[in-house]
Nanobody, 126 residues
Framework: QVQLVESGGGLVQAGGSLRLSCAAS????????MAWFRQAPGKEREFVAR????????NTADSVKGRFTISRDKAKNTVYLQMNSLKPEDTAVYYC???????????????????WGQGTQVTVSS
């Protein structure tokens, strides 16, 4: 089993940047496809980005493409989400998640993920 802890959220002005971290313990994150989701008030949790076990494959949602980048550091057992050019509509609680299936089959449905962190709040002011 793996435990995931997110950090790095906060309040930032529109156009600013934040880097979220997801530190894993219990097992190496190399055992899982890792992803970031977000959930805004009153909305469903939505897929943001995913990264393969090797780190060689990444994919981001159209809403954040070109602004957000997912990466992983195996030595630190940590996954990151670099968020640039932030917009007020990016305001949400951001969660990292682990998926034990293949990268090619990685779902965007939250309920299909095996492990979740507790989330970190990101607020973007206009």
């Amino acid at each position: 089993q793996v435990q995931l802890v997110e950090s790095g959220g906060g309040l930032v002005q529109a156009g600013g940047s934040l880097r979220l971290s997801c530190a894993a313990s219990g097992r190496t994150i190399g055992s899982y496809v890792m992803a970031w989701f977000r959930q805004a008030p009153g909305k469903e949790r939505e897929f943001v980005a995913r990264i393969s076990r090797s780190g060689g494959g990444t994919n981001t949602a159209d809403s954040v493409k070109g602004r957000f980048t997912i990466s992983r550091d195996k030595a630190k057992n940590t996954v990151y989400l670099q968020m640039n050019s932030l917009k007020p509509e990016d305001t949400a609680v951001y969660y990292c998640a682990g998926y034990s299936g293949t990268y090619a089959s990685t779902p965007t449905t939250p309920s299909l993920y095996d492990y979740w962190g507790q989330g970190t709040q990101v607020t973007v002011s206009s």
